[in-house]
T-cell receptor
Framework: DQQVKQNSPSLSVQEGRISILNCDYTNSMFDYFLWYKKYPAEGPTFLISISSIKDKNEDGRFTVFLNKSAKHLSLHIVPSQPGDSAVYFCAASGNTGNQFYFGTGTSLTVIP | DGGITQSPKYLFRKEGQNVTLSCEQNLNHDAMYWYRQDPGQGLRLIYYSQIVNDFQKGDIAEGYSVSREKKESFPLTVTSAQKNPTAFYLC?????????????FGPGTRLTVT
């Protein structure tokens, strides 16, 4: 059973606008959440993370929001750039950090 | 440069043959992981190792085997028992339990079995 879900397989956004990628999880023991960016035929690269003691974390154009009561997190990219076009995975782990659970990914296309 | 290397990038094998995928890291990380990615699916954990000479099964370990004889190396063998071996395989590492949880990934190996 998928413990981390990304229900939108794809998203298209105009350059300069905001991209919002969503992620839901089912396990209330998860306390650390990460977003990765992946290009075809390459390994994912880490973007941004958030621990369960926070509800927001910012890094430049990227902001992650965490709503623990809804078991939902989102990644905001503002402003979106064509180079942001990639597949974005969210991931979650428990307090041991032994295993990471990944969503199925959302393919973002930023249209120039 | 520190990082994770996986070789080869593309690998072709005949059905019934075992094949070993290489993963090496020079980040001095304690923990290493193997994932499999299939089209339209997320990364699924095959095996992970927190320390040398110790490893645990992930969600889809059947048909795979690993070893961790050295801290920097975590090879994955895809055996003939794996029913659908064709996939993109990713190796990752983290500094270890209690430190940063960010995973560093290698470039991946695409295995095709015919």
């Amino acid at each position: 059973d998928q413990q981390v879900k990304q229900n939108s397989p794809s998203l298209s956004v105009q350059e300069g606008r905001i991209s919002i990628l969503n992620c839901d999880y089912t396990n209330s023991m998860f306390d650390y959440f990460l977003w990765y960016k992946k290009y075809p035929a390459e390994g994912p690269t880490f973007l941004i993370s958030i621990s369960s003691i926070k509800d927001k974390n910012e890094d430049g154009r990227f902001t992650v929001f965490l709503n623990k009561s809804a078991k939902h997190l989102s990644l905001h990219i503002v402003p979106s750039q064509p180079g942001d076009s990639a597949v974005y995975f969210c991931a979650a782990s428990g307090n041991t950090g032994n295993q990471f659970y990944f969503g199925t990914g959302t393919s973002l296309t930023v249209i120039p | 440069d520190g990082g994770i290397t996986q070789s080869p990038k593309y690998l072709f094998r005949k059905e019934g043959q075992n094949v070993t995928l290489s993963c090496e890291q020079n980040l001095n990380h304690d923990a290493m992981y193997w994932y499999r990615q299939d089209p339209g699916q997320g990364l699924r954990l095959i095996y992970y190792s927190q320390i040398v000479n110790d490893f645990q099964k992930g969600d889809i370990a059947e048909g795979y085997s690993v070893s961790r004889e050295k801290k920097e190396s975590f090879p994955l063998t895809v055996t003939s028992a794996q029913k659908n071996p064709t996939a993109f395989y990713l190796c990752a590492s983290t500094p270890g339990q209690g430190s940063s949880y960010e995973q560093y990934f290698g470039p991946g190996t695409r295995l095709t079995v015919t």
